[in-house]
Nanobody, 113 residues
Framework: QVRLVEAGGGLVQAGESLTLSCVVS????????MGWYRQAPRQQRTFVAR???????DYADFVEGRFTVSRDDAKDTLYLQMNSLKVEDTAVYYC???????WGQGTQVTVSS
């Protein structure tokens, strides 16, 4: 059974950092393109970052160099390092195994001013 479990969210002040993780069970992580998305209250879920199975990364424009997506295939884990967080980054963050449209349950990130 494939499961995606996010962790690492929390409450931080603007300008601080957080690192999110997403553990993927089911022996399917290696080689799979993985993405991070977020959904703020009363807004649609939007793309944040992606890493291919070969490590090629892609980011939404609003990231502006503040976030880094990475993967550890030995640990079946996806990461999102978020620096210089802004109040507008407040959202539930989800990881996704995009080819199979599989999603985690999300982790809340709240950035206070």
């Amino acid at each position: 059974q494939v499961r995606l479990v996010e962790a690492g969210g929390g409450l931080v002040q603007a300008g601080e950092s957080l690192t999110l993780s997403c553990v993927v069970s089911g022996n399917i992580f290696r080689g799979a393109a993985m993405g991070w998305y977020r959904q703020a209250p009363r807004q649609q879920r939007t793309f944040v970052a992606r890493v291919s199975g070969h490590g090629v990364t892609d980011y939404a424009d609003f990231v502006e160099g503040r976030f880094t997506v990475s993967r550890d295939d030995a640990k079946d884990t996806l990461y999102l390092q978020m620096n210089s967080l802004k109040v507008e980054d407040t959202a539930v963050y989800y990881c996704a195994l995009e080819a199979l449209d599989l999603w985690g349950q999300g982790t809340q990130v709240t950035v206070s001013s």
